[in-house]
């Protein structure tokens, strides 16, 4: 079965830089494109970014372009995002999804890691 | 990029059929057949009910149906079982290559 298990969050200070990574298992990883979503505790889902299967395209939410880079090795089953200039406001739990098909859905869900970004 | 619209809550008795609405623009819902709908149970991970306006992933209740009419998509829940108690959010792409999600809306199960 899909499995996705995120890693890599914490506590970071405002201006900082962090590395989430999702390893990927259960599906052909190579095949699918894969996405970020995040959710700020008790409050609605964001999309974050999204990476093409073969990491040829990525795209971004216009409240993280230009701080984070959605990257993935294909070699090694995973997907990062890393994030740098972060923000008091990107304090949530960020998820890792599969997508189902281009822009179709998102399939399956990781469990989500948690990033605070405080001082 | 703006939100999708959903109401905030909506309630049902065992049962009964419940609908929730998800209004975007001619920019997102309007210009693809690419919503989906996702329901998340507290301190759970979402989960996909439905993509591409109507399909369901295989394991989803047929209870659970989309549909689409202009810039407005449904989910419908029919024969409402307490286990349907949850968060609901849409989400669509956009004209600008990115996902939109709505603000979600909190089903009750009388």
């Known amino acids: 079965q899909v499995q996705l298990v995120e890693s890599g969050g914490g506590v970071v200070q405002p201006g900082g830089s962090l590395r989430l990574s999702c390893a990927a298992s259960g599906f052909t990883f190579t095949s699918y494109g894969m996405h970020w979503v995040r959710q700020v505790p008790g409050k609605g889902l964001e999309w974050v970014a999204f990476?093409?299967?073969?990491?040829?395209?990525?795209y971004y939410a216009d409240s993280v372009k230009g701080r984070f880079t959605i990257l993935r090795d294909n070699s090694k089953n995973t997907v990062h995002l890393q994030m740098n200039s972060l923000r008091a406001e990107d304090t949530a739990v960020y998820y890792c999804?599969?997508?189902?098909?281009?822009?179709?859905?998102?399939?399956?869900w990781g469990q989500g890691t948690l990033v605070i970004v405080s001082s | 990029q703006s939100a999708l619209t959903q109401p905030a809550s909506v309630s049902g008795s065992p049962g009964q059929s419940i609908t929730i609405s998800c209004t975007g623009t001619s920019s997102d819902v309007g210009a693809y057949n690419y919503v989906s709908w996702y329901q998340q149970h507290p301190g759970k991970a979402p989960k996909l009910m439905i993509y591409d306006v109507s399909n369901r992933p295989s394991g989803v209740s047929n209870r659970f149906s989309g549909s689409k009419s202009g810039n407005t998509a449904s989910l419908t829940i029919s024969g409402l079982q307490a286990e349907d108690e949850a968060d609901y959010y849409c989400s669509s792409y956009t004209t600008s290559s990115t996902q939109v999600f709505g603000g979600g809306t909190q089903l009750t199960v009388l």
């Open positions: 990476i093409r299967y073969d990491g040829s395209n990525r």
């Open positions: 999804v599969k997508d189902v098909d281009f822009w179709s859905g998102l399939g399956n």
